[in-house]
């Protein structure tokens, strides 16, 4: 639509925003949409050349704004206005039956009892806060997983960019819902089977292993800390619950959702409010094929009791409401014969057996292939190569085994699974370590391995080395094309079938490989590239730019890069905000002095077994080379960590209770922009706590161990001018 001349800059983008709203509505919660991809397009990017030219006029509510700020500093845990409770389950018509009975039992026998049937969305669940916005609107306030149930934390600008959640609703909306400006919205985040097919062939062509399933996949990416990355995955967000104060909003469940829908959130068409239970089996009956069609997973149906007062008369049983249950469909399962086994050597050594499969069709999909995960889940199914088993594929990607059909096991000719001693790339004995179940493959110069820590380290999201792929590393290591293609028929690499009688050879590279460490690849030079097929001038100049920019990679990425165990995105971040340089974490590595502080437990992200993982990692001589060997090539190892003042340098604060001010959030901001920590737990190191309303325990710790508590005014005060008032 042409700007009209009557409208200022300030009016265009209002009109603007409000048509974009209207149109993300139609097309993300109507699926209706009227405009094409390329006039909607057109209505952003003017709204983004306005607000280019009037900075001034942008506020976090606009469309634009989707792809929003960074939540720099991890994500911040946020108490919950009531649990988020989880359900109890029934598996069969008896159990849902007897749920019935003792739900009308607890109420007088004069009261009907409606139901709300759901669909069991298979993702995570979510809190919205919404507040009061300009002229009459809510906008977004906050956004919160679920966590433990009572805190969660706050992920907001990840939230932003899920387009069936509204950023603000107007006035009118809010009145024809019936909504006030402040309420609170949970319901249940899933990726979409599209947008999760392509986020795994993305992982795959990066190197990396697929997500296991939908779930996991939101999960992930909720928690990401990079918002842009959470808006291309096209995350949905569907709403079920309305609640100010913590307290359901309207008197029924069916009604909240007709709310909800009005009020421009995304409700699951499939919701019905039904009459009795015979009417919920129904429902049950109805839904359970619409699993493979509807493009988003779900695993049951969630019952509600639909009165609100019913609900609130009939209360809790522990963690689970008695006023709903969810009803499990069964896992889509069948029978069919195990052919052979692979053993695939992993990024970290380990052996991986993984069943091949006479195709099956399990709802709707061929499956060729199983976990088996471990020798202990071999010996537990107790499973022999040519036995029929009956396998299971809920949401995950790979399908399990979960047994061995009994009145077909072991026929004639069937063959124990020979789990190998040696590592079917390398020959190395494999090891099993005290307490693992994984056999491992420790030569640290593994081809496999080291195919995989290549992939990884030169992945997009990780050193990003644009070119480095998969077939280049394979000819980097010592393959021609050729091979290559020859094994492409194995979908999962480093894969070699080991079958009894069938000795393999360690594997004899056709040609001498260019790169025996992650360190090689600074070394190699334009020649050696151009001896490699397919690599011409342009290609082999613009892979050396890419390495050579790679060296610059800021100290979170080269950490994620090193494949240390444990240590993810989310930790590495954590750790080079923290640190600042590898030095300061290496030195941190060493064990603490008796009765000290373990500086790397002392983080939030980072428990015992992560920080073993660490000091493991950089006791070892051999990464240690590594890293000297990455030093010498001028990688940088510099963290993007933002100037500090000095104000709190070397002091630990502790946050508790509610302020009259500031959020949490900005407490620790100012404290860390001072040049304080902010810790978890008080203790004996602590220098301050920051207290605020309804302090709990750590107050009282505080007391105990005699660490000065400030309240806001105080820390406000001792941040202006660095004294205690
Ligand atoms: S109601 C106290 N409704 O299932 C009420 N939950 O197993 C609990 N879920 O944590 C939530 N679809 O993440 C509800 N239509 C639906 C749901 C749903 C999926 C998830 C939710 C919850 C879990 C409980």
């Not at 609703?169 to 319901?187: H, M, N, S, Y």
């Not at 795959?204 to 296991?212: C, F, M």
């Not at 060493?590 to 015992?608: C, F, S």
């Amino acid at each position: 639509m042409p700007q009209t001349k009557a409208q200022s800059p300030e009016q265009r983008i209002h009109t603007l925003r409000d048509e974009i709203a209207h149109h993300e509505y139609l097309y993300y919660v109507d699926d209706a949409p009227v405009l094409t991809d390329a006039q909607y397009d057109a209505l952003m990017n003017e709204l983004k050349a306005l607000e280019a030219e009037h900075p001034d006029l942008i506020t976090p509510d606009s469309p634009t704004q989707r792809v929003g700020g960074k939540p720099k500093e991890g994500f911040i845990k946020t108490p919950h206005s009531r649990p988020m409770l989880s359900l109890d389950n029934a598996y069969n018509e008896a159990e849902l039956r007897a749920w019935d009975q003792r739900l009308r039992d607890a109420l007088p026998s004069t009261e009907t009892v409606r139901y709300v049937c759901e669909l069991k969305l298979d993702g995570l669940s979510l809190a919205l806060h919404y507040a009061p916005g300009p002229k009459g609107s809510a906008h977004l306030e906050r956004g919160i997983t679920r966590g433990d149930g009572t805190i969660g934390e706050d992920v907001t600008s990840n939230v932003r960019t899920i387009r069936s959640v509204p950023l603000s609703i107007d006035a009118a909306k809010l009145a024809a819902a019936g909504l006030p400006l402040t309420f609170e919205v949970r319901g249940e985040v899933v990726l979409p089977e599209a947008a999760f097919l392509k986020l795994n062939q993305e992982r795959e062509t990066q190197g990396l292993a697929p997500a296991a399933n939908p779930r996991n996949a939101a999960a992930g990416t909720i928690r990401t800390l990079e918002p842009n990355i959470v808006a291309q995955r096209r995350l949905d967000m569907y709403a079920y619950f309305l609640l100010r104060d913590g307290e359901t909003l309207l008197p029924q469940q069916s009604t909240t959702l007709e709310a909800l829908r009005t009020a421009g959130f995304r409700v699951n068409k499939y919701a019905r409010a039904v009459d009795d239970i015979d009417a919920v089996l129904k429902f049950i009956h109805d839904a359970e094929p619409l699993r493979d069609t509807l493009g988003y997973e779900i695993d049951g149906v969630v019952i509600k009791a639909d009165s609100i007062a019913q609900q609130r008369r009939l209360g809790f049983t522990g963690k689970a409401p008695r006023w709903a249950i969810a009803y499990k469909f069964a896992a889509r399962a069948g029978i069919t014969q195990l052919l052979g086994v692979a053993f695939q050597t992993g990024r970290t050594g380990k052996i991986t057996p993984v069943a091949e499969l006479q195709p099956v069709s399990i709802g709707g999909t061929t499956v060729t292939r199983a976990t088996l995960h471990n020798p202990d889940e071999i010996a537990r199914l107790g499973v022999r190569i040519g036995d029929f088993v009956s396998v299971e594929r809920g949401g995950d990607v790979i399908p399990k085994i979960v047994e061995v059909v009994e009145d077909k096991a072991h026929p004639r000719g069937s063959e124990a699974i020979v789990f190998p001693t040696n590592c079917p790339r390398c020959k190395t004995a494999l090891v099993r370590e005290e307490g693992e179940v994984d056999l491992r493959c420790v030569n640290v110069s593994c081809p496999a391995r080291l195919e995989e820590e290549l992939r990884h380290f030169a992945s997009r999201g990780v050193m990003n080395i644009e070119g480095l792929g998969e077939a280049l590393i394979a000819q980097l290591l010592g393959h021609t094309l050729a091979e290559q293609e020859q094994t492409a028929s194995h979908a999962i690499d480093s894969t070699t079938t080991v079958s009894p009688d069938e000795p393999t050879e360690a594997e004899t590279p056709t040609r001498d490989a260019l790169v025996h460490s992650i360190a090689d690849i600074y070394d190699l030079t334009k020649a050696q590239l151009l001896t490699l097929e397919r690599i011409g001038e342009k290609s082999a100049d613009s892979l050396l730019a890419q390495i050579e920019r790679s060296k610059s990679a800021p100290l979170n990425r080269v950490l994620l890069g090193l494949g240390i165990r444990h240590v993810g995105e989310r930790t590495a971040q954590t750790l080079a905000d923290e640190f600042g340089s590898l030095d300061t974490l290496i030195a941190a590595t060493e064990a603490p002095a008796e009765g000290a502080d373990d500086p790397l437990t002392r983080i939030n992200d980072v428990g015992p077994k992560v920080a073993e993982a660490i000091r493991d990692f950089f006791s070892n001589k051999t990464n240690l080379a590594l890293i000297e060997r990455l030093r010498k090539a001028g990688l940088t190892f510099t963290s993007e960590r933002r100037e500090r003042g000095t104000t709190f340098a070397g002091l630990t604060f502790v946050l508790t209770g509610t302020l009259p001010t500031l959020t949490r959030e900005v407490a620790k901001e100012k404290i860390e922009a001072a040049g304080g920590k902010v810790s978890g737990s008080v203790s004996k190191k602590t220098s301050y706590v920051l207290a605020g309303e309804e302090a709990g325990s750590k107050l009282d710790k505080a007391n105990s161990l005699g660490v000065p508590v400030l309240d806001e005014a105080a820390f406000l005060a001792l941040l202006k001018d660095g004294i205690t008032t």
